[in-house]
Nanobody, 126 residues
Framework: QLVESGGGLVQAGGSLRLSCVASGRSIGIYSMGWFRQGPGKERESVASISWNGDTTAYVDSVKGRFTISRDNAKNTVYLQMNSLKPEDTAVYYC?????????????????????WGQGTQVTVSS
């Protein structure tokens, strides 16, 4: 089970830090990813990270503003979001793949995804 937290309402230019805690499975050997779904939009990738944190991938719209990280000892993945924009408004989800073979590139392409959290709402006001 994946549980996201840290969402909320923030003004444009502000910051939020999302957390995704895994229970019932160890995510330490798996790449992980963050995704989002805005109002009336399809779910899209945001960022992904390798099992050891050495490799990350981001979609262009968040590069330089968002940072994905992880603490395997806490079975947790984070998404630090800075310089938030109204277009970042969405429900944010974390996801884990079904196999440790999946790398950050696979994750960001929505490949091998198996477990999803319930999501956390992020609303950015202008």
């Amino acid at each position: 089970q994946l549980v996201e937290s840290g969402g909320g309402l923030v003004q444009a230019g502000g910051s939020l830090r999302l957390s995704c805690v895994a229970s019932g499975r160890s995510i330490g050997i798996y790449s992980m990813g963050w995704f989002r779904q805005g109002p009336g939009k399809e779910r899209e990738s945001v960022a992904s990270i390798s099992w050891n944190g050495d490799t990350t991938a981001y979609v262009d719209s968040v590069k330089g503003r968002f940072t994905i990280s992880r603490d395997n000892a806490k079975n947790t993945v984070y998404l630090q979001m800075n310089s938030l924009k109204p277009e970042d408004t969405a429900v944010y989800y974390c996801a884990a793949p079904s196999t440790p073979v999946a790398g950050p590139g696979d994750i960001i392409r929505h490949s091998y995804l198996e477990d999803w959290g319930q999501g956390t709402q992020v609303t950015v006001s202008s």
